[in-house]
Nanobody
Framework: QVQLVESGGGLVQPGGSLRLSCAGS???????MSWYRQAPGKERELVAS????????NYADSVQGRFTISRDNAKKTVYLQMNSLKPEDTAVYYC??????????WGQGTQVTVSS
């Protein structure tokens, strides 16, 4: 059974940092992984993606230069380091895995709130 479990969210002041983790289980940890986020009243959007062995990453324009996605395949964990956080980064952050069409999985989400 595939499971994705996020952690690391919380309340942080503008300009602060957080590191999110996504622990995977129930599958071979050899697929590209992504982080999405969904703010209240908005559609879920792609934040960052990382290839199966971490050699390639992609970021949304809004987080480029502030967020870093990484992975530790030995620990079956994907990370999202978020620096210089802004109030507009407030959202629920989700880990996403797509093995193939029809086999797509989401974590339960972790809340990130950026506020003074």
């Amino acid at each position: 059974q595939v499971q994705l479990v996020e952690s690391g969210g919380g309340l942080v002041q503008p300009g602060g940092s957080l590191r999110l983790s996504c622990a995977g289980s129930g599958f071979t940890f050899s697929y590209a992984m992504s982080w999405y986020r969904q703010a209240p009243g908005k559609e879920r959007e792609l934040v960052a993606s990382i290839s199966s062995i971490g050699g390639s990453t992609n970021y949304a324009d809004s987080v480029q230069g502030r967020f870093t996605i990484s992975r530790d395949n030995a620990k079956k964990t994907v990370y999202l380091q978020m620096n210089s956080l802004k109030p507009e980064d407030t959202a629920v952050y989700y880990c996403y895995l797509r093995i193939r069409t029809g086999y797509e999985y989401w974590g339960q989400g972790t809340q990130v709130t950026v506020s003074s």
